[in-house]
Antibody, heavy 121, light 110 residues
Framework: EVQLVESGGGLVHPGRSLRLSCAASGFTFDDYAIHWVRQAPGKGLEWVSGISWNSGTIGYADSVKGRFTISRDNAKNSLYLQMNSLRVEDTAFYYC??????????????WGQGTLVTVSS | QSALTQPASVSGSPGQSITISCTGTSSDVGGYNYVSWYQQHPGKAPKLMIYDVSNRPSGVSNRFSGSKSGNTASLTISGLRAEDEADYYCSSYTSSTTWVFGGGTKLTVL
């Protein structure tokens, strides 16, 4: 059974940093791209970032480019999102989503339950 | 990276069919067959319903179907059931090596 478990969320002040993690199991982690998708409370889905199977291709939404860094450790079956210079508008549930292919082009076929990041003074 | 355009809400009676549209540009929906649709019930994670425009993952009812014409993709749900009431999001791969979602459509089963 595919499982994606996010962690690392919490309350943080504007301008500070936070690192999210996603632990994956139930599939061959290094065969697939992985993504972060967020959802502000009561709002729609927003793709944040994605990373291909070997970290060779990485993409970011314009809203986080230059502030967020995605990475993966295939030996640990884990995905990370380093979030710097956090803003109030970054407040959201952050979902880890498995890609359906090794490249960024595959759809998101499995999702974690999300971790809440709240940016507030 | 402008969001894809979806109607804010649609509704239908049990047994009826509804269609949700998703309009983008030639740089996303119109340029690639990497359009997917997700169902989200309140308080739950999204679930993949359609991928690559018109393919259904294993386990998804054949009442759900997808199509695309030009820059607009569509999700059709036939034989509406109460459990279909949820939010639906389209998504497309883009020429910028990114993904973009639609604003979401709230489906109400009357």
């Amino acid at each position: 059974e595919v499982q994606l478990v996010e962690s690392g969320g919490g309350l943080v002040h504007p301008g500070r940093s936070l690192r999210l993690s996603c632990a994956a199991s139930g599939f061959t982690f290094d065969d697939y791209a992985i993504h972060w998708v967020r959802q502000a409370p009561g709002k729609g889905l927003e793709w944040v970032s994605g990373i291909s199977w070997n970290s060779g291709t990485i993409g970011y939404a314009d809203s986080v480019k230059g502030r967020f860094t995605i990475s993966r450790d295939n030996a640990k079956n884990s995905l990370y999102l380093q979030m710097n210079s956090l803003r109030v508008e970054d407040t959201a549930f952050y979902y880890c989503a498995k890609g359906s292919s090794s490249s960024l082009r595959g759809s998101f076929d499995y999702w974690g339950q999300g971790t809440l990041v709240t940016v507030s003074s | 990276q402008s969001a894809l355009t979806q109607p804010a809400s649609v509704s239908g009676s049990p047994g009826q069919s509804i269609t949700i549209s998703c309009t983008g540009t030639s740089s996303d929906v119109g340029g690639y067959n990497y359009v997917s649709w997700y169902q989200q019930h309140p308080g739950k994670a999204p679930k993949l319903m359609i991928y690559d425009v018109s393919n259904r993952p294993s386990g998804v009812s054949n009442r759900f179907s997808g199509s695309k014409s030009g820059n607009t993709a569509s999700l059709t749900i036939s034989g509406l059931r109460a459990e279909d009431e949820a939010d639906y999001y389209c998504s497309s791969y883009t020429s910028s090596t990114t993904w973009v979602f639609g604003g979401g459509t709230k489906l109400t089963v009357l």
